[in-house]
């Protein structure tokens, strides 16, 4: 979701989808470097379980988000990103890498899993838990929904957000 970049690591992502070739997984995003987003649509190209979409508006990535049963998100530098938080607040389980700000955002085995990569072991790790993910029964499944989604809540609403600004501006004026 977002824009393709190298650092966003989407060929991690199709190294995966080669892994897992019963799993369907979409990549979402435009590239500012029209080179950068045809190469990565070229590795996609022979895996009939990748569905490459380009730049989609907020309402299409909220739809595919309902639909989906986690994100994988191995991005290695991020602000704060936006999509994981979304992605939490439609209580999806999201994968990410254990570095920049993303051990900020995902609480292991809260809101999803923190794991590194290694590609010797051609994602060997996020394989098995995104099939143990895709195996949660309905009431699993729920269950994490409702917990990812308190703590998007909880941290990342407006309302949140607000009153840790105002606490931010009163330590820091002492008033």
């Known amino acids: 979701m ?3 970049r190298q650092r966003k690591r989407p060929d991690l992502v199709i190294q995966l989808a080669r892994r897992m070739p019963t799993v369907q997984f979409v990549l979402v995003g435009g590239a500012y470097d029209p080179h950068e987003g045809a190469r990565f ?4 190209a022979d895996l009939p379980n990748v569905l490459f979409l ?3 508006p907020r309402q299409m990535v909220r739809d595919l988000m309902s639909h989906a049963s986690a994100l994988v998100f191995p991005s290695e530098l991020e602000g704060l990103a936006l999509t994981v938080n979304e992605a939490m607040a439609c ?3 999201v994968l990410a890498q ?3 700000s ?5 609480q292991d085995g809260l809101t999803g899993w923190l794991l590194p990569v290694d590609e010797r072991e051609e994602m060997g790790a ?4 995104l099939g143990h993910i895709l ?3 309905p009431a699993v499944r729920q269950d994490f929904a409702q917990r990812a989604r308190a703590v998007a809540v909880a941290r990342y609403s407006w309302a949140s957000i607000a009153a840790q600004y105002r606490q931010l501006y009163i330590q820091t004026n002492g008033a």
């Open 91 to 93: 209580g999806l389980p």
């Open 98 to 100: 254990p570095r920049s």
């Open 102 to 106: 993303l051990p900020e955002q995902v």
């Open 135 to 137: 195996d949660w029964t």
């Open 54 to 56: 380009d730049q989609q």
């Open 41 to 44: 649509r070229q590795l996609a």
């Open 126 to 129: 996020w394989a098995e838990r």
């Open 2 to 4: 977002g824009v393709l």
